[in-house]
């Protein structure tokens, strides 16, 4: 079935640079998102990648697809207090009108 | 320009008691969608609809109805509101560019059934 699983929780330092991941189960996604959510908001699309692609950056951010493995990571740079935020994985599923969010990883910035 | 606008923010029902949430976009967008988020389950797809006119199940409608009044509108009905459906919806929209389809979202309603 469709599935986007990532982990729950990441804690990084400020400065220091945070990874996070997900795995993805459609081989025909066409896009790939990664959304922000702030405590109490709705979601944000943060950067995007298609396809076929491998890898994009924009300033801070750098995603990277492994489209054999179905493999998706964010990277983001001198992580910053303000990144403190959910960061949700989602894939395009069968026709482009649908769209699977994984649950979320919740990232912490330690002083 | 409102984007996704969302009634209400906030509802407590108790369990039995039915209502209606709402969503418009001013986006001339082609494709909504009605999702519920519940902590360490990020947000699962109730209902959405491609165009005006159809809807189609996500992963967990049961419990749940939509209806796409028109091109703006999409709304989602809880006709027997029980304790499980306690969470926050979103409402999101999505345009039909070549390119990215970004979706937009609603501020979402908190709903609490008692």
């Known amino acids: 079935g469709e599935d986007v699983e990532q982990s729950l929780f990441l804690s990084v330092r400020e400065g220091d640079s945070s990874v996070i991941n997900c795995t993805y189960t459609d081989s025909s996604s066409t896009y790939l998102y990664w959304y922000k959510q702030e405590p109490g908001a709705g979601l944000q699309l943060l950067t995007y990648i298609f396809s076929n692609m491998d890898m994009k950056q924009d300033q801070r951010l750098t995603v990277l697809l492994n489209k054999k493995d179905k493999h998706l990571s964010l990277r983001i740079a001198d992580t910053q207090t303000g990144d403190s935020a959910i960061y949700f994985c989602a894939e395009t599923v069968g026709s482009a009108s649908k769209i699977i969010f994984g649950s979320g990883t919740r990232l912490s910035i330690r002083p | 320009n409102a984007g996704v606008t969302q009634t209400p923010k906030f509802q407590v029902l108790k369990t039995g008691q039915s209502m209606t949430l709402q969503c418009a976009q001013d986006?001339?967008?082609?494709?909504m969608y009605w999702y519920r988020q519940d902590p360490g389950m990020g947000l699962r797809l109730i209902y959405y609809s491609a165009s005006e006119g159809t809807t189609d199940k996500g992963e967990v409608p049961n419990g749940y109805n939509v209806s796409r009044l028109n091109k703006r509108e999409f709304s989602l009905r809880l006709e027997s509101a029980a304790p499980s459906q306690t969470s926050v919806y979103f409402c999101?929209?999505?345009?039909?560019?070549?390119?990215?389809?970004?979706?937009?979202f609603g501020p979402g309603t908190r709903l609490t059934v008692l």
């Open positions: 999101a929209s999505r345009g039909d560019f070549p390119g990215l389809d970004e979706q937009f």
């Open positions: 986006m001339n967008h082609n494709s």
